[in-house]
Nanobody, 127 residues
Framework: QVQLVESGGGLVQFGGSLRLACAAS????????MAWFRQAPGKEREFVAA????????RYADSVKGRFGISRDNAKNTMYLQMNMLKPEDTAVYYC????????????????????WGQGTQVTVSS
């Protein structure tokens, strides 16, 4: 099974930046669509961003577009989420996810398309 481990979360001031990382096990990382989701207290988990296996396609939720940047380094089996201009509404647990059929069917935002999930990392933005 693919194992995903998030890191880089923490407490940041309004307008600040954080860089999250997702380290993946296995040799098939380079074939997976990767994505970030988040879940705020009292709310359902929502899509944040996704990146195709070869990084030629990215998708972002409207709420983070222009502020967040998703990237990956297949040689290191790692995906990143650069978060800039952070707002209190960005406060949530951020989860890394992997889709092993994204290479065939494309990059999607649906949670149901992602088979592997990390344990999450907390991001808190103070106002």
């Amino acid at each position: 099974q693919v194992q995903l481990v998030e890191s880089g979360g923490g407490l940041v001031q309004f307008g600040g930046s954080l860089r999250l990382a997702c380290a993946a096990s296995g040799r098939s990382f380079s074939t997976y669509t990767m994505a970030w989701f988040r879940q705020a207290p009292g709310k359902e988990r929502e899509f944040v961003a996704a990146i195709s296996w070869n990084a030629d396609t990215t998708r972002y939720a409207d709420s983070v577009k222009g502020r967040f940047g998703i990237s990956r380094d297949n040689a290191k089996n790692t995906m990143y989420l650069q978060m800039n201009m952070l707002k209190p509404e960005d406060t949530a647990v951020y989860y890394c996810a992997a889709d092993n059929v994204g290479k065939l069917f494309g990059v999607v935002s649906s949670q149901r398309r992602y088979q592997y999930w990390g344990q999450g990392t907390q991001v808190t933005v103070s106002s």
